[in-house]
């Protein structure tokens, strides 16, 4: 293993926050709305986090759930948040904007690369929505992403892995390709074998009860609240620093 390998995983909750560090995670992506695959978090929730946690966090910078093609006012929340992350102490923001054809739009990402400065940028899986991954790598490259999180344009990393490795060999020292979806405990190792990637990301989301005692019988709706798995991040974060699970 290398020593430079690092874990990041999602967080949807504070108090996740504090189970992601306490089981040894490198670095937080900071969430909400777990049923949409990640929108912007609020003020108040980012604020708590980062006085909660001392690893890195990186806001998702994502205003709505859909797909990636944004309109100007959309555009406009997207700048006022990273500025909010940047007030907030952040260490980075994840982000990504697409063209109706499928391209990366670069004029407007690279704006918000600019804003962002000095906070890292990682642009999310928007690039598994797009028509031409290896030009889609350059691009984002070019726009000035430190970190590029990609399932191989697959529903999962593992299904993917052909691409990824390719993108991790086109990529070279210019941008950390970093796999996600579907990373779990049992086929971490064979990710590393497979693509070479340095930097892994995972939800390691469980849903657990709500901590009310009293229930609404005439409301059924489904009161889960959605957290993570400490021990399978534990697990992970042992893999990747060559310690046995």
Do not use: W
């Not at 907030?88 to 690369?113: F, H, N, P, Q, Y």
């Not at 690039?127 to 490259?141: G, K, N």
């Amino acid at each position: 293993m290398q020593d430079n390998m690092k874990l990041e995983i999602i967080a949807f909750t504070v108090h996740s926050c504090k189970l992601i560090e306490e089981a040894g995670a490198d670095r937080i992506e900071l969430c909400d709305n777990p049923a949409e695959g990640g929108t912007t978090p609020s003020y108040g929730f980012i604020k708590q986090a980062r006085s909660t946690c001392s690893i890195p966090i990186f806001p998702m910078i994502r205003p709505r759930g859909g797909d990636f093609l944004y309109d100007g006012d959309e555009f406009d929340v997207m700048k006022t948040d990273i500025r909010a992350c940047k007030l907030l102490g952040c260490d980075g923001v994840v982000l990504g904007i697409l063209k109706a054809d499928g391209s990366v739009d670069t004029d407007r990402c690279r704006e918000l690369v600019d804003l962002a400065y000095p906070m890292e940028v990682s642009f999310h899986r928007a690039f598994d929505r797009t028509a031409d991954p290896i030009q889609s790598l350059e691009d984002v490259i070019n726009i000035g992403c430190t970190r590029l999180l990609s399932s191989g344009c697959q529903p999962t990393a593992e299904k993917g892995s052909a691409l990824l490795k390719t993108l991790i060999e086109k990529a070279g020292d210019r941008i950390i390709v970093m796999p996600g979806s579907g990373i779990r405990s049992d086929n971490l190792q064979d990710l590393i074998q497979s693509t070479g990637a340095i930097e892994y990301h995972s939800s390691a989301r469980i849903q657990v009860p709500g901590h009310m005692s009293f229930q609404q019988s005439s409301l059924p709706e489904n009161m889960m609240l959605t957290s993570v798995d400490a021990e399978e991040i534990r697990k992970m974060a042992q893999i990747l620093k060559g310690q046995p699970v």
